[in-house]
């Protein structure tokens, strides 16, 4: 019966982290095909949204883009090495937790598939007000964001209940 829930458990965990690589997948393939044909225009547009393509070198939002292939292929081994980490802590975890965590590996998979098929993200996703915009970011930077605030959140929780039971 524990095997059972266990392997019915794993081909759920799986599906989760499947279905957000292939939400991630999709929106870029549609959003580079698009603009292959418009030349980099704006596919949308409006007050606080533009949907434009760029093609992040960089880390998370296009911080420290690199020119060098030697940084380029460290900073793929480290994410691979990161990916391989938030693995095996999926499979050690429990409840929301596990849900975090696997929203973050199912992002990084997606950008880190980009990185190493096309050795840059692309990212289209710009919300701005007025003339500030915010990074450029995609589907899989939105769910490794919200996972890592459910982390932020599971671990003040459970810090708030240890403070609570040593009172």
Do not use: C
């Amino acid at each position: 019966m524990i095997i059972k829930n266990l392997t019915k458990n794993f081909y759920i965990n799986l599906f989760i982290i499947f279905s957000i690589f292939i939400i991630d997948r999709i929106t870029k393939i549609y959003v580079v095909s698009v603009n292959s044909k418009n030349s980099y225009e704006d596919l949308y547009s409006s007050k606080f949204l533009n949907i434009h393509l760029i093609w992040n070198e960089g880390i998370a939002f296009g911080l420290f883009s690199f020119n060098s292939n030697n940084l380029y292929n460290l900073l793929t081994l480290i994410i691979s090495i990161i990916v391989i980490i938030i693995l095996k802590m999926i499979i050690s975890s429990y409840g929301i937790k596990k849900y975090g965590l696997m929203m973050i590996f199912g992002g990084a998979l997606g950008n880190l598939f980009d990185r190493i098929f096309y050795k840059a993200v692309p990212d289209f996703i710009d919300f701005h007000i007025g003339e500030f915009h915010w990074f450029v970011f995609n589907v899989a930077d939105i769910f490794i964001t919200i996972g890592v605030i459910i982390m932020i959140i599971f671990e003040s929780i459970l810090n708030g209940q240890k403070k609570n039971e040593h009172i």
